[in-house]
T-cell receptor, first 117, second 112 residues
Framework: NAGVTQTPKFRILKIGQSMTLQCTQD?????MYWYRQDPGMGLKLIYY???????DKGEVPNGYNVSRSTTEDFPLRLELAAPSQTSVYFC????????????????FGPGTRLTVL | AQSVTQLDSQVPVFEEAPVELRCNYS??????LFWYVQYPNQGLQLLLK??????LVKGINGFEAEFNKSQTSFHLRKPSVHISDTAEYFC??????????FGPGTRLSVLP
């Protein structure tokens, strides 16, 4: 049982490049989340998903896209990288009741440290 | 809208001393409260949570927190800290139908 796994661990991008951050969970959780963590700012929600085929915007979605084709995977896409997207990105998952976001415990991956130069 | 304030960005404390990390929230409805810990270069893991019932909540690694509705607080305490408690601690609030809102974090440094 690996929990939530993220790849890559580190990445350096040039301005304008694109990349996909991968996230996989093996706990059969229906909810998945992407956060970014900036120093002194806590975690900000980028996108979340309540199940396969369903995604929604969080607090800071601009510049990102997501898809959820399976229960296990929730990739985050950066299309045109900008220096403002330099951050640590965390994927998380949780189990929740149908009908809305959940207050159950979220399980986090180890993070991806992204630098855009 | 919900918000979370963690009044101390950094807390240095000597080993075996007690510590309190403060968390205040604002919400117009009933809330669920959480403390997460992040060790260096790792993801977040749950320390404890308050959903309902007793206002004193015990978590892992000897931590506890007390929910105070009148003061809208959920302070985290430990009577005697260890070097291994050095980490960043995040308070979070949620209510049904809303996503989690995390505070900015408090960096706890335990000194020998």
């Amino acid at each position: 049982n690996a929990g939530v796994t993220q790849t890559p661990k580190f990445r350096i991008l040039k301005i304008g490049q694109s990349m996909t951050l991968q996230c996989t969970q093996d706990m059969n959780h229906n909810y998945m989340y992407w956060y970014r963590q900036d120093p002194g700012m806590g975690l900000k929600l980028i996108y979340y998903s309540v199940g396969a085929g369903i995604t929604d915007k969080g607090e800071v979605p601009n510049g990102y896209n997501v898809s959820r084709s399976t229960t296990e995977d929730f990739p985050l896409r950066l299309e045109l990288a900008a220096p403002s997207q330099t951050s640590v990105y965390f994927c998380a998952s949780s189990f929740g009741l149908a009908g809305g976001p959940t207050y159950n415990e979220q399980f986090f991956g180890p993070g991806t440290r992204l630098t855009v130069l | 809208a919900q918000s979370v304030t963690q009044l101390d960005s950094q807390v240095p404390v000597f080993e075996e001393a007690p510590v309190e990390l403060r968390c205040n929230y604002s919400s117009s409805v009933s809330v669920y409260l959480f403390w997460y810990v992040q060790y260096p270069n790792q993801g977040l893991q749950l320390l404890l949570k308050y959903l309902s019932g007793s206002t004193l909540v015990k978590g892992i690694n000897g931590f506890e927190a007390e929910f105070n509705k009148s003061q809208t607080s959920f302070h985290l305490r430990k009577p005697s800290v260890h070097i291994s408690d050095t980490a960043e601690y995040f308070c979070a609030v949620a209510n049904y139908g809303q996503n989690f809102v995390f505070g900015p974090g408090t960096r706890l440094s335990v000194l020998p």
